[in-house]
């Protein structure tokens, strides 16, 4: 399958060298220079995955990513000389898959890429499946990447509604760290398993009293729940 991905970066050099070696890797690619063309391509033909640089003309990156996860849950890799972590943070909070700091390594980002593209793709038999999964006041609804949660749709990022799915399917099981690591941010991930730790910080507070839990020492679990009536 020929995967179509946006670059979204106002830097020349940045923009050929991500073209060059995304195209030597088989991918369709289509460069942009604005957050505005950007939603132009994303309203009449919406790539399979985004690299969106934050510092753009205009509307910026934050805003953009924010627009699209009103409705999409297209992968969005995030490319920023924003090197905080409060920048971090809120990028990945507003819808981001991943974050990378410039400078960066070309074959980083394709890695990452890669991974995005991979995780989508065996996400997508398992959407197939069921068209709704419910676990207390709990409900996805996998064709839509839409949460419920006491009858209310809440916003969640990819990876927020990645990991719900994941624990609905088999509650009351105790999930590692690792695992959950592996299966929400794929097998190439770079960083620490603190990210499973500040993601389910994010979900507790998007849906409170959640049964959740803690399970010391090794990771987490969802708690099984009948549906209210």
């Not at 068209?131 to 969640?156: P, Q």
């Not at 097998?187 to 910080?201: C, M, N, Q, T």
């Not at 998007?206 to 009948?226: A, F, I, M, N, S």
Request: aromatic share 8%; with cysteine; charged share 35%.
């Amino acid at each position: 399958m020929n995967h179509t991905v946006a670059v979204v970066e106002d830097d020349p050099n940045i923009q050929d060298i991500v073209d060059a070696y995304l195209k030597r890797e088989g991918y369709e690619v289509k460069v942009m220079e604005s957050a505005e063309e950007a939603w132009d391509l994303f309203e009449q033909s919406p790539p399979d995955l985004w690299v969106l640089d934050l510092m753009l003309p205009g509307m910026d990156g934050y805003e953009f990513c924010k627009q699209v996860r009103q409705t999409s849950q297209v992968p969005i890799i995030i490319i920023s000389a924003k090197d905080d972590e409060v920048d971090k943070i809120l990028g990945l909070e507003l819808g981001g898959d991943d974050y990378l700091t410039k400078p960066f390594s070309p074959r980083e980002l394709i890695a990452r890429v890669k991974r995005q593209l991979k995780r989508l793709e065996a996400l997508q038999p398992i959407q197939s499946e069921d068209s709704t999964m419910e676990s207390g006041k709990l409900a996805l609804h996998l064709d839509d990447r839409l949460v419920h949660w006491k009858g209310e749709e809440i916003e969640t990022t990819t990876k927020e509604f990645d990991m719900l799915q994941i624990l609905v399917r088999q509650p009351n099981r105790a999930f590692s760290r690792e695992e959950l690591l592996m299966r929400v941010w794929g097998e190439d991930y770079f960083g620490s398993d603190r990210a499973v730790d500040d993601l389910v910080k994010r979900l507790r507070k998007k849906l409170p009293d959640l049964p959740l839990e803690t399970v010391w020492g090794h990771g987490y679990r969802l708690k099984k729940e009948e549906r209210s009536s």
